[in-house]
């Protein structure tokens, strides 16, 4: 293996959302550095087919349960806190218990299992908490109100588990990509096609990706090897960050 890139032979990983889109990527990536992943998905077939694929263990999780979390195994070196999921809608009609759903999946269960994992990280003066983010934790667009505040939060705890993990040799980062092609964005780009009466070529380049100077959509793999490149060696003193893979949205 290249020496710059991660050898995690020995660690174990825990992957939330590992069932599908960029949670499915990181949890590839970890297995294919040595890893033992956990998958955990609230779908039961897509986590097992992961786990299957990695060779690892699956876990069916509702992670809007906070009692999900104390099921899950707390012996990990890696977490990716990845589950996530979106409502899209104005504030004045956004309904409440969407909000607060968003916000146990995306902020408390990543506050959930970093309080449970945090402690075997400790101990073994090693790990690595990578939190996906968003651009949405670094800027705004409307009607997407409890997505973008669950995503400034999960920035906002990623700092302070930096700031408590760093004597202990253990750094938490956000990466925080823009469009990424991932069940949760195909679903958004045939709604707006729909809503708007236009095409799914049309809704990507007109609507998503006005804002990018990249004008295409993130692969899961991108993100998936930046989430592998802050588990390896030369990667110590990135702690507390937020590595922008935006295509230039929060630049302009």
Known sequence: MDSQLASLRGRAALVTGGGSGIGRACALA????????HVVDVDADSARAVAALVGGRAHVADLSDPAAAERLPAAVDVLVNSAGLQHVAP???FPPDRFTLIQQVMVTAPFLLMRRTLPHMYAAGWGRVVNISSVHGLRASAYKSAYVAAKHALEGLSKVAALEGAPY???SNCISPGYVRTPLVEAQIGQQAAAHGISPGDVVNDVLLTRSAIRRLIEPEEVAATALWLCGPHTGHVTGASVSLDGGWAAA
């Open 30 to 37: 970890l297995a294919g550095a040595g890893a033992e992943v």
């Open 91 to 93: 504030l004045v009609d």
């Open 169 to 171: 040799g253990v750094t």
